[in-house]
């Protein structure tokens, strides 16, 4: 599967954040969108996630639009954006289940406490999440991208918050899925220099 | 389908009950408005009783308004409503599982207070009973109400008073067959008109509102 985009366009504020924007992301290929603040970073990820519509052009998921297969997409595509979407009552597991049970896929606990142990978090496991600071929630909503291990990922200044050994780990991880052949596009105003930079497309907005 | 359900149900019923002050504060709030009328009316008389179920049906109205505005605000703030909309289910069903939990945490305890309220207002056994009955059929039509208007309103701050313009007049017609029904109890009649009313209410309200609540919030998220 590949995720094609043709001649989009955004419009927001009075005037357009990007206009006839065309690119393509292979399996194995990660996307590095980067711009200054405002310049649509999250309103391209936003769209390319199916959450928000674009003033023109279209999202193609294979061969079809994003739109016209929604739930055959959602099921392929991972999303973090700004927030984390974790409960604040709820510990670092029970979000990791609620996320994994509404996207389709089995729940082991097994794994999840590895993939939280692998980010120093297992001793937070099972306290409820409003005790852990942004950046541990932040990773607790990456684990749980790890662990529904979806072919695509869009993600949303993904390392804000974390600390440096997290952030080391994490990029490990990214590297392993682009070598499953799987699809990661990133919003970020640092560069990221963890990857080669033969399976990397930037784009620059504004 | 029903897994899936069942997980949002309950995961936000955990959020609820595990805080106190989400889901005690409206029933003392609703404790204490019914108090207040008792207070100033004179706990004695039968103006009281003639007009208690009646106090009693606006108080919840009010309560519910008031619970409306927080259904979907932390949602919002902590990306949920996001995971939600981008779930391959679909959003109504999960919208439908998050309103039943809603209604469970927030018109379920008004209703097992009843007994103690309506003993407080110095009502007869059987008024009490029907006046659980109606609720209990009316409550779910109020809730699904109010689950509408907080998507539809979701992207204003500070939406209290506005929802309030818009939700009020959505439930008069609830309020009308809840206080005719006591009414007719007075003239010793079964009011299994209302009844049935207020359950084909509730019925509609369950069956079409999630699919609309479902479009307001895609609409709000495309913002």
């Known amino acids: ?206 | 389908m029903l897994k899936v359900f069942c997980r949002c149900f309950f995961s936000d019923l955990y959020v609820v009950f595990r805080s106190t002050r989400e889901w005690l504060s409206p029933v003392l709030f609703f404790m204490i408005f019914v108090a207040l009328f008792g207070i100033g009316l004179g706990f004695d008389g039968q103006q009281l009783i003639q007009i208690s179920p009646m106090i009693i049906w606006v108080a919840f109205l009010l309560t519910s308004l008031f619970t409306t505005e927080s259904i979907f605000r932390a949602d919002l703030e902590e990306g949920i409503l996001e995971q939600l909309a981008l779930s391959p289910y679909p959003l109504w069903w999960l919208l439908l599982a998050k309103s039943f939990a809603f209604w469970i945490a927030s018109s379920l305890p008004l209703m097992l207070l009843m007994p103690f309220v309506g003993i407080m207002m110095q009502l007869p056994v059987k008024e009490i009973i029907l006046l659980v009955v109606t609720l209990f059929l009316g409550s779910p039509a109020i809730t699904m109400v109010g689950v509408l208007g907080a998507t539809l309103t979701i992207t204003l701050p500070r939406s209290g008073i506005f929802l309030g313009i818009l939700l009020l007049p959505l439930y008069v017609p609830i309020l009308i067959l809840g206080q005719s029904a006591i009414i007719n109890l007075f003239s010793q009649t079964l009011p299994l008109f209302q009844i049935a009313l207020l359950g084909a209410i509730s019925l509609l309200c369950i069956t079409l509102i999630p699919h609309a609540a479902a479009a307001a919030l895609k609409t709000a998220m495309n913002e």
């Open chain 1, 1 to 206: 599967m590949i995720l094609n985009v043709k001649r989009l366009a955004c419009y927001k504020g009075n005037k357009y954040l990007f206009r006839d924007l065309n690119f393509s992301v292979s399996p194995g290929q990660l996307l590095l969108i980067q711009g200054q603040n405002g310049s649509g970073k999250s309103s391209l990820l936003k769209i390319l996630a199916g959450l928000s519509v674009p003033e023109k052009g279209k999202v193609y998921w294979g061969s079809d639009t994003i739109w016209k297969q929604r739930d055959k997409y959602c099921n392929q595509m991972s999303f973090l954006g700004h927030k984390e979407g974790m409960k604040r009552n709820l510990t670092p597991i029970e979000n990791i289940r609620d996320l994994l049970i509404m996207a389709e896929l089995p729940t082991h606990e097994e794994k999840m406490k590895q993939i939280l142990a692998a980010v120093q978090l297992q001793a937070h496991a099972h306290y409820p999440c409003y005790q852990l600071s942004q950046g541990q929630r932040r990773k607790v909503a990456l684990c749980a991208l790890l662990v529904k291990q979806k072919p695509l990922w869009l993600l949303d200044e993904p390392f804000t918050a974390l600390d440096k050994e997290s952030i080391y780990h994490l990029q490990q991880r990214f590297i392993e899925h682009l070598r499953q052949n799987g699809m990661i596009v990133i919003a970020s105003h640092t560069a990221l220099d963890f990857i080669d930079l033969n399976d990397m497309i930037t784009i620059v907005l504004g």
